[in-house]
């Protein structure tokens, strides 16, 4: 199985800040990964595809890169309602595999 | 509009098979590279595929439930369905069917709880 790690667990920012979240795939992916954003009691919203491709409806503010297996979100001039959780997922093989998760709070 | 929904028991005993159903509105499993993936998350935890049926009828299962799995669809009726033998406490979690396009899962239904218990 394709194992990603992601970081940080979890962070904290202020508003208007800009933050950014890794996941490391164990093997290359191809660019297969997307991003979702998910609040408490609510379904994920995917943010990201393919990598840095942006989903219909979601602000620019929210980016997606890559280096090698290295793939990076980044959330730029933080807002109040981006405060919840992100998880990266790859979908190059089976079986889909999610990373665990980074919790970012509002200062 | 694209929506889907998932149902179920709510709650089950161990052993039993836990049977889901996702109807879905606004697209059609027929069309070529729409798949149907089912996914899910214990409270307070992370996400999990379990597996993900498209419009031809190839299949692909998380192997770490050992078999306990079967997907299935009625194109004509738009619906999928998840089918988990043996089920155990382990087992309990929301369970949410989510639209998969080559990118990632795009749509996402509201998730329904199970509660594996006896």
């Known amino acids: 199985d394709i194992q990603m790690t992601q970081s940080p667990a979890s962070l904290s920012a202020s508003l208007g800040e800009t933050v950014t979240i890794e996941c490391l795939a164990s093997e290359d992916i191809y660019s297969n990964l997307a991003w979702y954003q998910q609040k408490p009691g609510k379904s994920p919203q995917l943010l990201i595809y393919d990598a840095s491709s942006l989903q219909d409806g979601v602000p620019s503010r929210f980016s997606g890169s890559e280096s090698g297996t290295q793939y990076s979100l980044e959330i730029n001039s933080l807002q109040s309602e981006d405060a919840a959780t992100y998880f990266c997922q790859q979908h190059h093989d089976y079986p889909y595999t999610f990373g665990a998760g980074t919790k970012l709070e509002l200062k | 509009q694209v929506t889907l929904k998932e149902s179920g028991p709510g709650i089950l005993q161990p052993s039993q098979t836990l049977s889901l159903t996702c109807s879905f509105s606004g697209f059609s499993l027929s069309t070529s590279g729409i798949c149907v993936s089912w996914i899910r998350q214990p409270s307070g935890k992370g996400l999990e595929w379990l597996a993900t049926?498209?419009?031809?009828?190839?299949?692909g299962y998380n192997p770490s439930l050992k078999n306990r799995l079967t997907i299935s669809k009625d194109t004509s009726n738009n619906q999928a369905f998840l089918k988990i033998t043996s089920v155990d406490t382990a087992d309990t979690a929301i369970y949410y069917c989510?639209?998969?396009?080559?990118?990632?899962?795009?749509?996402w239904g509201q998730g329904v709880m199970v509660t594996v218990s006896s």
């Open positions: 989510a639209r998969q396009l080559p990118g990632g899962f795009d749509y």
């Open positions: 049926i498209c419009w031809e009828d190839s299949k």
